[in-house]
């Protein structure tokens, strides 16, 4: 079965409009799935009481995008379901590329950006990740991060991805996980002019770094 619920984050229960707006657009894809979104107060009581093993590191973190980052995958690890960053817009249905039972990652290619010169040919982004619950390699994920702690010291902004982010995501894969990876179907703005077929845009409003 499909696990037909859509996890997003903001800080309020408000919406700007914007954003509000890209729901009701997108919900023409996921009719009959249900929304849930996650407030930091929600988060901050979610990983308390359910993973307090994790809190401390949780609460620790040296940025607000770690925690924001860290909290998707327990969502699905959890409750199973889609996790959507607020700033993709779906331009095709993308349910048909889900896989039963499995976690479904999106990657695409390093163009121009932070992966490219970290010599990435390509990257894997949890801007959209879909599972099942208590998937093995969700779990694998959460195991890490109970033990990544938060003691590097990063040199730019950007290497806060290796945290929680991207490059975390990305490092963690290996091709023996029973995951499947979806590639070049969400894609970024800045770079959409290199793809065909794209089933949604990313439009990275980075309001983390601001």
Known sequence: MIYKTIHQSWSTETLPAKYLKIKIQNKKFFKDWNYKLWTDDENDFFIKNKYPSFYK?????????????????????????LYLDLDIIIKKDITKLLSKGKCCLFSQKAINDYFSVKKYEKYIDPMIMYSSPKNKFIEKLIKKLHTNGNNKKYN?????????????????????????????????????????????IHLCDNNWVK
Not at 57 to 81: C, T
């Open 57 to 81: 590191i949780y609460k620790n973190y040296n940025h607000y995008i770690n925690r924001v980052d860290a909290v998707r995958y327990f969502y699905l690890y959890e409750y199973g379901g």
């Open 156 to 200: 730019n902004i950007y290497d806060n991805m290796e945290v929680a982010g991207p490059a975390f995501l990305t490092k963690n894969f290996t091709v023996g996980d029973d995951v499947d990876v979806i590639s070049d179907k969400i894609v970024t703005e800045k770079n959409l002019k290199y793809y065909d077929d794209v089933y949604g």
